[in-house]
């Protein structure tokens, strides 16, 4: 089992920067790849960024590519997502997951556990 707490989130003007992070506890975080996710209103849940137990294999949506930034600690048992040059569509509610697969995958449905979610407003 493991435990994800995402905290970070907040109001930012559009242009602005946020840095996202999700704590984790229980089993060991080194093994797990770890992802972010997010969620508008009235929207699917969509991939955001993903990275591989070992901090290799990073992959981005092709929206936030070049302007967000995943990384990892596995001392820290922590991920951040750093998020500059935000935009009003950035505007969602933004999840990490935990997979235990081999594969870095982008399917939200993959995903064995989930954060209970940080809110990410960007006003224009």
């Known amino acids: 089992q493991v435990q994800l707490v995402e905290s970070g989130g907040g109001l930012v003007q559009a242009g602005g920067s946020l840095r996202l992070s999700c704590a984790a506890s229980?089993?060991?975080?080194?093994?797990?790849?770890m992802a972010w996710f997010r969620q508008a209103p009235g929207k699917e849940r969509e991939f955001v960024a993903a990275?591989?137990?070992?901090?290799?294999?990073?992959y981005y949506a092709d929206s936030v590519k070049g302007r967000f930034t995943i990384s990892r600690d596995n001392a820290k048992n922590t991920v951040y997502l750093q998020m500059n040059t935000l935009k009003p569509e950035d505007t969602a509610v933004y999840y990490c997951a935990a997979d235990s697969n081999r594969m870095v995958r982008s399917d939200p449905s993959e995903y064995d556990y989930w954060g209970q979610g940080t809110q990410v407003t960007v006003s224009s």
């Open positions: 990275i591989r137990w070992n901090g290799g294999n990073i």
């Open positions: 229980g089993r060991t975080f080194s093994t797990y790849n």
